[in-house]
């Protein structure tokens, strides 16, 4: 057990009612019972604040506490309640370890392969020639790790994967179940009979530290040069990255999105589930792609929000949204105008007619 008064510290928070309540759990705030602590971050949630049974709650620090009439014995406010609140599931729910320390006595590591300190590597695993793995690296069952990979500090790649020759990855990366890093780009030229010839695919796959890598995610080696994913960017499952393109820093990639070769992408770009970015063009920093978006050209805005197909500045795709939803209604007007038109025509006919030249 740890009291509210401890959370808050470790939080750096401040403490509104009891610091001295014991907590046993984190829970959801609509579903916390006594004992558990919870947080507020949406402000769709704040409804359940005088309505939960949680005994504390992690809130921020611009809740107007004025207008609930009822408060639990006891919140702590933040300035971030959502990282908060990560931070507090890390404290009741530390990482068990997943596999011993050592090698496992099935694995194959070369001999000519240098292995950090603190390591973890488990059942089946193969590490190929003259690669090179950090220190507090864990390497779970089922993964192989070509010639000449090298791997930095304190990794987690879980069962499955494969880290194809001279790969690089950075320190801190984790790599979820079924990736591949460094498979062959997606290259064949045309021959005049209509068959293609497979392009030699002679680059490598760079991913630089506090990556994370989801589940069955491909992450293709360059034809030439390097696919790179740079520092702090996190991909969902089954998201694909074709050869030579390069990722900044801090992005994020949601479910069976996909980008094509070359493609340059910027910092901070949001991009959401099953987008399909085409190759040869340039994303601005900070551009944010709905899910489902088709983006066709270069994204140069910087900020700016993209969706549709193909995708259009938000603003825009939505007012064409809005006319396409009316769209039936307008053709009924239309049919009845195109109806009435020959009518007009005539009695606009028979008034000149009348008048006589």
Excluded at 128 to 156: A, F, M
Excluded at 162 to 179: F, L
Excluded at 292 to 314: M, R, W
Aim: proline share 4%; charged share 20%.
């Amino acid at each position: 057990m740890i009291t509210v008064r401890e959370i808050a510290s470790l939080l750096e928070g401040d403490i509104v009612g009891n610091g001295e309540l014991e907590l046993l759990r984190v829970a959801k705030i609509e579903e916390a019972m006594p004992g558990d602590l919870t947080f507020l971050s949406n402000p769709k949630y704040e409804k359940y604040l005088g309505s939960t049974e949680a005994t504390a709650v992690i809130i921020g620090r611009s809740v107007d506490l004025s207008k609930h009439s009822k408060l639990l014995p006891s919140l702590i406010q933040v300035a971030d309640p959502y990282a908060s609140f990560v931070v507090a599931i890390q404290k009741f729910n530390p990482q068990p370890a997943l596999i011993p320390k050592g090698i496992h006595p099935t694995a194959v590591v070369h001999s000519s392969s240098v292995i950090g300190k603190n390591h973890a590597i488990g059942a089946h695993v193969v590490v190929g020639e003259k690669c090179v793995i950090g220190d507090n690296v864990t390497i779970l069952p089922g993964t192989v790790i070509g010639n000449g990979v090298r791997i930095g500090d304190d990794c987690l790649i879980y069962s499955n994967v494969s880290v194809r020759e001279s790969c690089i990855i950075g320190h801190r990366v984790i790599i979820q179940p079924g990736a591949v890093i460094g498979g062959d780009g997606f290259g064949f030229a045309p021959k005049k009979d209509g068959s293609y010839q497979k392009i030699p695919q002679l680059g490598i796959v760079v991913i630089e530290d506090d990556v994370e890598v989801g589940a069955n995610t491909c992450i293709d080696r360059a034809t030439m040069g390097e696919t790179r994913i740079k520092h702090g960017t996190k991909l969902d499952n089954l998201v694909q990255i074709a050869h030579n393109v390069t990722v900044g820093e801090d992005v994020v990639m949601a479910g069976s999105s996909g980008i094509a070769g070359s493609t340059k992408v910027g910092n901070n770009v949001m991009i959401g589930g099953n987008a399909a970015i085409t190759g040869h063009v340039t994303i601005a920093d900070k551009v944010s792609i709905a899910g489902h978006s088709g983006v066709s050209k270069s994204l140069t805005k910087e900020g700016e929000t993209y969706f549709g197909y193909p995708a259009k500045e938000a603003g825009r795709a939505r007012r064409i949204e809005g006319a396409l939803r009316q769209l039936p209604e307008f053709l009924v007007t239309i049919r009845e105008m195109d109806n009435r038109l020959p009518k007009l025509e005539k009695v606009i006919q028979e008034l000149k007619n009348h008048k006589g030249p």
